[in-house]
C-alpha cells in the first residue's frame, strides 16, 4: 500500500523534510528556509550527561516544537500521539496510510536501513508514506536519498528506542481548518518569538549565551576526550549534514529573512539577512576546525573555534534583538 500522487519535499533538514511533505498533501508549498523560520527553528543548546558519549551541540530549538510552531503559524491542526505499545504504534499509522493519509515519525536513525553511517540520534523524523509485507516507504532528507526504504522490523526499532530526546512511538498528522493563514503576519510573529527566545534563554547553555559557554565547554570536552578523532568528527558531520546544527540551520535562517524580505520589505529583514550571511560562515569555519581537530588532535585548532563561538554569539544577540523588534 503506497499513497498515491506523493509529492515528497526536496529538504535539507529532517524535520522540515517530513513536515514540508505533510504540508504539500494539504496543497501548502512553502520552501524549506520559510517553514524553518516559520517554525521559529533558531536555536541552540549544548547539552552534556553522563551517559552521553559526548556532548550534543544543537543549533534549532528542541525537537517537535518546529513542527508545532509551524501549525501555530499557520492555523493548522496537529495530531501528535504517542504509545507504549509497539503493536498499536504501528496499527494506527498503518491505518491512516490506508485512509490516504501521510504520516510524520520521529525516530531514532541509527536503525535505518538506508543510513550509510549509523548513529543512535532519537530526534529524527521522516514521512511515512506506504507499507509492504517487508518494508515501510519513507520520504526523508535528499542527503539520506529522499524516497527510502526500510524494513518494518527496523522501523519498529528506530520509532521505539529509547535514550535522549526519544518519545514513546511519536507521530503526527496536519489538517486544515477553518482558519486562513496570512503568510505576512506569520513572518513577522514567527521572527519577533524566534528571537525573543533566543535572547531571553532559561539557563546559560541555551540560546545566545549558550553559544558563549561553548566556546569554554568545548577545550574542557577536548582535554577529557576519550576518542578525540570520533567526537570531534562526528560532530562536524552532525553540524553540517545530518540536521542538529552548525552552518546548515542559519543558511536557512539567513535565506528565511531573504524571503521575507522579498515579501515584507522591511529594512530590518535586510540587515538580518546580512548579518546571518556572516554569521552563516563563521559557523561553517566552526565545524571545519572540529574536522581538523579529528584529523590532527591539534588543540590550536579548539582555541581558534572558541574564539569564534564568542564571536558568532555577540552577533546573534545582536541581530536578534534588532529582529525582536520588527
Known amino acids: ?25 494539504l496543497d501548502i508549498e512553502l520552501s524549506e528556509p ?20 559526548f556532548p550534543f551541540i544543537g543549533e534549532r530549538v528542541k525537537p517537535d516544537a518546529l513542527t508545532q510552531n509551524i501549525a501555530k503559524n499557520l492555523n493548522l491542526d496537529l495530531i501528535v500521539k504517542e504509545t507504549s505499545s509497539i503493536q498499536k504504534a504501528w496499527d494506527s499509522v498503518k491505518e491512516l496510510i490506508d485512509r490516504g493519509q501521510l504520516v510524520g515519525l520521529k525516530l531514532d536513525c541509527f536503525h535505518l536501513q538506508y543510513f550509510s553511517r549509523p548513529f543512535h540520534f532519537a530526534g529524527h523524523y521522516a514521512a511515512l508514506y506506504g507499507y509492504d509485507n517487508e518494508n515501510a516507504f519513507l520520504v526523508d532528507t535528499k542527503q539520506q536519498g529522499g524516497q527510502v526504504k526500510t524494513s518494518l522490523n527496523s522501523l519498529s526499532l528506530a520509532r521505539a528506542e529509547k535514550g535522549p530526546m526519544s518519545s514513546k512511538n511519536l507521530y503526527y498528522t496536519l489538517r486544515k481548518t477553518d482558519k486562513k493563514f496570512d503568510l505576512k503576519t506569520a513572518i513577522i510573529n514567527a521572527i519577533r518569538n524566534n ?72 529594512d530590518k529583514l535586510k540587515a538580518g539577512h546580512k548579518s546571518f550571511v556572516e554569521i552563516a560562515e563563521l559557523w561553517a569555519s566552526v565545524s571545519q576546525l572540529f574536522e581538523k581537530v579529528s584529523q590532527t588532535k591539534d588543540f590550536k585548532y579548539i582555541q581558534q573555534a572558541s574564539d569564534i563561538l564568542k564571536i558568532i554569539s555577540e552577533k546573534e544577540k545582536k541581530t536578534m534583538e534588532m529582529l525582536a523588534t520588527i
Open 1 to 25: 500500500m503506497k499513497i498515491e500522487n506523493l509529492k515528497p519535499f526536496d529538504g535539507q533538514h529532517c524535520e522540515t523534510t517530513a513536515t514540508g511533505t505533510l504540508l504539500k498533501q
Open 34 to 53: 520559510m517553514l524553518f523560520g516559520l517554525g521559529e527553528g533558531l536555536g541552540f543548546i549544548f547539552w552534556n550527561m553522563k551517559s552521553m558519549n
Open 195 to 266: 528571537a525573543t527566545e533566543h535572547i531571553n534563554p532559561p539557563i546559560t547553555n541555551i540560546g545566545y549565551k549558550g553559544i558563549y559557554k561553548t566556546s569554554s565547554e568545548i577545550i574542557k570536552w577536548f582535554k577529557t576526550s576519550k576518542d578525540i578523532e570520533n567526537d570531534f568528527k562526528t560532530t562536524a558531520m552532525l553540524m553540517e549534514k545530518a540536521g542538529t546544527g552548525g552552518a546548515l540551520f542559519r543558511n536557512l535562517y539567513r535565506d528565511f529573512l531573504k524571503e521575507g524580505y522579498d515579501i515584507l520589505k522591511l
